[in-house]
């Protein structure tokens, strides 16, 4: 997978990226940056220093926009101001556990700021490329071992993916009421979501995500507690998904009536581990540390089987993942490594080498 393509689609365009801020996010700004593109953000604050959006001074690649999904009025404001020729939607309460804390607050961000979005798309008048990020979660979770298409039945258990669910479900309405692609020639708008699985890579410090609670407890010396041990994720290098979102975009540019449609993006099957694994893993990488199971009781669902089918995106879309799952867990680490010595151009140097 080459994305020498890129520069040609994104250099001088107007790109809007909801959720600049946030760990996904600040990658795929980074790498706009690089691609010569106009970015304008829309985001909350990054609330510490450490987080990925500050290490890479992300305030100068962009017209930062410090604003809440929920404030309606801003977003259209904000996006007809701009004018864009692509719009990425990454904003979102993403954490499965804190969805259980929050879980209104979770189906409002995640469901009606979708909406929002979209209405906010309506008003534009020129052609715009829109993809919407929801997640693997999105599917209706039979706990076997299948891997989900993209035609699989949405569904949700916890209120995280739940909520992402019914984004995608306001997506493919608003999609088949308001830029339907028999009518493309009258409203010049091609909308897709793209669902990826668990995303790994350097500058997430997200609480209760796996690889922020390794390398918090490799820095400490404690052992790292596994919580689920034997959940099994599609884990992929960030650089990944955002690479495909970007090549997503170049494919709905060229043909924006084909790729209107939703898209799997995850590792081969084979990288698809169990949780012990990946810690396994980290720690002969790291060369160091131990892990712990505690015994957990009355802890809040969540998925134990989750595999994702990208054999659509894969021969539609000519995309596919260039990592397998060790060396995305290097590549994490690496940044890590480098975080510690207070190097923090590793993202830059691990965008320009992908
Ligand atoms: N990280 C993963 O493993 C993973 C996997 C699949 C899908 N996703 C999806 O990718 C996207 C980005 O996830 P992430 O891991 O970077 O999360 P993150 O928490 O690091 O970033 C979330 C971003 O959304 C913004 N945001 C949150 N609430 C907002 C609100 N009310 N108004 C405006 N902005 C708001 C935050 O400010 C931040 O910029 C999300 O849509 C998430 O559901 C993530």
Known sequence: MSYSHLTKYYKDKRVFLTGHTGFKGSWMLHWLNLLGATIKGYALSPENKEDHFNVIEGSRMCESVIADIQDKAKLEKEIFNFQPDFIFHLAAQPLVRLSYEKPSETFTVNGIGTA????????LSKPCVVVLIT????????????????????????PYSASKACAEL?????????????????????????????VIGGGDWSK????????RALNKNEFITVRNPNAVRPWQHVLEPIGGYLHLGTKMVDDPIRYADSWNF??????SLKVVDLVELAISIWESG???????YNQPHEAGLLKLDISKTIS???WKPKFNSRKAIEMTLDWYKSYNENNYSKTKEQIQKF
């Open 208 to 215: 209760d995500r796996i690889i922020p609670d390794i390398v």
């Open 266 to 271: 995850g590792p081969f099957a084979e990288d």
């Open 170 to 198: 306001i997506i493919s309405s608003y999609r088949n009421s308001f830029f339907n692609i028999n009518n493309y020639s009258s409203h010049k708008k091609s909308i897709s979501s793209a669902r990826a699985g668990n």
């Open 316 to 318: 539609e879309l000519n």
């Open 135 to 158: 997640t693997d979660k999105v599917y209706q979770n039979h706990e076997w071992h299948y891997p989900y298409r993209e035609n699989d039945r949405l569904g949700g258990y916890d």
């Open 116 to 123: 929002f979005l979209l209405d906010a798309v309506r008003q």
């Open 290 to 296: 131990n892990y712990e199971i505690p015994l957990l």
